[in-house]
């Protein structure tokens, strides 16, 4: 079994879909009309949708939150570099992690948390 698809809700579609393009997705996919938007990340697309101040409070919860998705990097601290250089905002430099990888974390602009990892050979 494969994934794939992974959807992250943001506020603003064409703020999400600028910013998932500076950080080197390939746009595959993008409605005006169901305002969301696909992105090719390899093997697992990445789904945006927008989410309007009109929906319910449980699915405002889905704004704005640690997504537990992480892009694979080879080199993570010139990858860090890179995207804070064009405006990305991280909590902090890249941590090593006590089974030997890196990771660091970012936001998008509707505050969901996603990390780049480096994995160990």
Same mark, same amino acid.
């Given at each position: ?6 959807? &992250?809700? &943001?506020? =603003?579609?064409?703020? @999400? +879909? @600028? ?6 997705? /390939? ?6 009309? /169901?305002?969301?938007?696909?992105? =090719?990340?390899?093997?697992? +697309? ?6 309007? *101040?009109?929906?319910? =409070? !449980? *699915?405002? !919860? ?15 601290? @010139?990858?860090?570099?890179?995207? +804070?250089?064009?405006? &990305? *905002? ?19 602009? !509707? ?5 780049? &990892?480096?994995?160990?050979?």
């Amino acid at each position: 079994m494969n994934l794939s698809a992974a959807r &992250v809700f &943001v506020r =603003n579609i064409e703020d @999400a +879909k @600028a910013f998932y393009e500076n950080i080197g997705l /390939t746009l595959e996919c993008y409605s005006s009309d /169901t305002q969301v938007c696909i992105f =090719n990340t390899g093997k697992t +697309k990445l789904i945006l949708e927008l989410l309007t *101040e009109s929906e319910s =409070n !449980s *699915e405002q !919860s889905l704004l704005g939150r640690f997504t537990g998705l992480a892009f694979d990097i080879s080199d993570i601290f @010139a990858k860090y570099e890179q995207l +804070k250089l064009s405006g &990305v *905002e991280f909590s902090g430099q890249p941590e090593q992690q006590h089974w030997g990888g890196w990771l660091a974390t970012f936001l998008d602009p !509707s505050g969901n948390e996603l990390q780049l &990892v480096q994995y160990t050979d």
